[in-house]
């Protein structure tokens, strides 16, 4: 259940944000970080590339691997953010509290929830 959570945050953000374009602010920090030139371009790709990892996710394949990405991503796009585009953030510099909480669950979810679940079957 939480790897589903986990995949719809993908989609949500990569689908429904960057790829139809329903949230501008994502191109917006996209331009500021790349410039405006070919920002549009690049959100669809990393929308693109968001949704790929949503279908990652529900494979299941290299998990771990999976979980590892996931963390790295995560944590550098919103490292990126924090000190780029602060004012381009839902909720500003608090956006690094919510990327570090899911960071955690991802974490959690792989390396101890699963493991538990592995075990005990």
């Not at 549009?40 to 790709?45: A, D, G, H």
């Amino acid at each position: 259940m939480i790897n589903f959570a986990i995949a719809c945050i993908w989609i949500i953000n990569g689908l429904y944000c960057k790829v139809l374009n329903m949230v501008p602010r994502h191109r917006d920090i996209v331009a500021s970080i790349f410039g405006d030139e070919y920002a549009r371009q690049i959100t669809f790709l990393i929308g693109f590339a968001e949704i790929g990892m949503a279908i990652w996710i529900i494979s299941n394949f290299r998990n771990k691997l999976n979980a590892i990405a996931q963390i790295v991503i995560i944590g550098t796009m919103n490292l990126l953010e924090f000190f780029l585009v602060p004012n381009l953030l839902l909720w500003g510099r608090w956006n690094f509290l919510f990327a570090f909480l899911l960071m955690s669950i991802i974490f959690y979810n792989r390396f101890f929830l699963f493991k538990t679940k592995v075990t005990n079957v």
